[in-house]
């Protein structure tokens, strides 16, 4: 299983397509680093996320608790605070981070509403690149407002040799949003298969992170099915293969629901208790039924390990259209 910590939803960004900011969480109700440690060892991938995660002054502790429980250990930031996660990354050079940005330098600073933000970015990747952190990379939301910068970002990210999430617009209480729309949906669309195929094309030089761009071509086209309101390509398992765990230590199905799916609390139950409990199962049976189709990485990239072979299948029919001189197919 995967899990996603929010640790708080406190932000110092000013996101157009989140506005988790203007609902920030108490400081001092948020819960307490020990409740972690009923989350079971052995997990695949622990993300500590946010809002922005560095505003806990606490996060060194949540880090000492989720470090041994999982082989992947990933915190997602807006790297402002680069000092602060140097720090981190000195004590665990093993963490795996992912730098939020937008864009190249205007764009980014526009739509995260953050002074010199993506200089900030930047300072952080350079700083974890010295530090010698193997698995850092860039994350960027796509939307109608940063397409055009899509390639760039890209060539960026595989000249620095780091990886580069991506996830699009999406609306559910997360994000406290329901009315992200993609305007000029012709622009984004031709944008996305752009960079499918350049993924597809990639560059780098060592073969497993040429292979992880093959199948992030795939993630990227489950992301232009939501972009054109088609259907997943792949069923969803939140409460199956993933689950989140929010400010105040309540378990969460997902973070794309309209409301907060809560399966119980771990502030007051075992996480067996409510992962084989009633209200849990009452929440599996809502997703199962879902129609929201949804595709953001907490649950899309489960969702892939579990039914490996449709993005296998995709991904060797494209490269095969490419070395025929052919377009890259961007439908499921």
């Given at each position: 299983?995967e899990?996603?910590?929010i640790?708080?939803?406190?932000?110092n960004?000013?996101?157009r397509?989140c506005?988790?900011?203007?609902n920030?969480?108490?400081a001092s109700?948020e819960?307490?680093?020990?409740i972690?440690?009923?989350?079971?060892?052995?997990?695949?991938?622990?993300?500590?996320?946010g809002?922005e995660p560095?505003?806990?002054r606490?996060?060194p502790?949540?880090i000492?608790?989720l470090?041994?429980k999982?082989?992947?250990?990933e915190?997602?930031?807006?790297?402002?605070?680069?000092?602060?996660i140097?720090?981190?990354?000195r004590?665990?050079p093993?963490?795996t981070?992912?730098?939020s940005?937008?864009?190249?330098?205007?764009t980014?600073d526009?739509?995260?509403?953050?002074?010199d933000?993506?200089?900030?970015?930047m300072?952080?990747?350079?700083r974890?690149?010295?530090?010698?952190?193997?698995?850092?990379g860039?994350?960027?939301?796509?939307?109608?407002?940063?397409c055009?910068?899509?390639l760039?970002?890209?060539t960026?990210a595989?000249?620095?040799d780091i990886?580069?999430?991506?996830?699009?617009?999406h609306?559910?209480?997360?994000?406290?949003?329901?009315?992200?729309?993609?305007?000029?949906?012709?622009?984004?669309d031709?944008?996305?298969c752009?960079f499918?195929?350049?993924?597809?094309?990639?560059?780098?030089?060592v073969?497993?992170?040429?292979?992880k761009d093959?199948f992030r071509a795939y993630?990227?086209?489950?992301?232009?099915?939501?972009?054109?309101?088609?259907?997943?390509?792949?069923?969803?398992?939140?409460?199956t293969?993933?689950f989140?765990?929010?400010?105040?230590?309540?378990?969460?199905?997902?973070?794309?629901s309209?409301?907060?799916?809560v399966?119980?609390?771990?502030?007051?139950?075992?996480?067996?208790?409510i992962?084989?409990?009633?209200?849990?199962?009452?929440?599996?049976n809502r997703?199962?039924v879902?129609?929201?189709n949804?595709?953001?990485t907490?649950?899309?990239?489960p969702?892939?390990?579990r039914?490996?072979?449709?993005?296998i299948?995709?991904?060797?029919?494209?490269?095969?259209r490419?070395?025929?001189g052919?377009?890259?197919?961007?439908?499921?």
């Amino acid at each position: 299983m995967e899990c996603a910590i929010i640790t708080t939803y406190r932000c110092n960004a000013k996101c157009r397509m989140c506005e988790v900011w203007q609902n920030p969480s108490k400081a001092s109700e948020e819960f307490n680093p020990e409740i972690l440690r009923k989350i079971p060892a052995g997990m695949k991938r622990l993300n500590i996320t946010g809002g922005e995660p560095l505003l806990r002054r606490d996060l060194p502790e949540i880090i000492e608790i989720l470090d041994p429980k999982t082989n992947r250990l990933e915190i997602s930031t807006n790297g402002y605070f680069h000092e602060r996660i140097e720090e981190l990354a000195r004590r665990w050079p093993k963490i795996t981070v992912r730098v939020s940005i937008e864009g190249l330098p205007s764009t980014n600073d526009e739509l995260r509403g953050i002074k010199d933000g993506f200089d900030r970015a930047m300072r952080t990747m350079l700083r974890l690149k010295r530090l010698g952190l193997k698995d850092i990379g860039f994350a960027m939301t796509i939307s109608g407002e940063n397409c055009r910068d899509l390639l760039d970002v890209y060539t960026l990210a595989a000249s620095m040799d780091i990886e580069l999430a991506n996830a699009v617009v999406h609306n559910s209480f997360y994000f406290y949003k329901n009315d992200n729309k993609i305007a000029n949906a012709a622009e984004v669309d031709s944008a996305m298969c752009d960079f499918i195929e350049a993924l597809l094309r990639s560059p780098r030089r060592v073969p497993r992170k040429r292979v992880k761009d093959w199948f992030r071509a795939y993630l990227n086209l489950g992301l232009l099915s939501h972009v054109r309101s088609e259907k997943r390509p792949i069923p969803c398992g939140a409460g199956t293969d993933t689950f989140f765990v929010d400010p105040w230590g309540r378990v969460l199905a997902c973070n794309g629901s309209a409301e907060p799916w809560v399966m119980g609390d771990l502030a007051a139950q075992s996480f067996d208790e409510i992962w084989n409990g009633p209200r849990a199962e009452e929440i599996r049976n809502r997703v199962k039924v879902c129609d929201r189709n949804c595709w953001m990485t907490g649950t899309a990239v489960p969702a892939m390990r579990r039914a490996p072979i449709k993005p296998i299948l995709w991904v060797l029919r494209n490269k095969l259209r490419i070395m025929r001189g052919r377009p890259v197919d961007c439908r499921t």
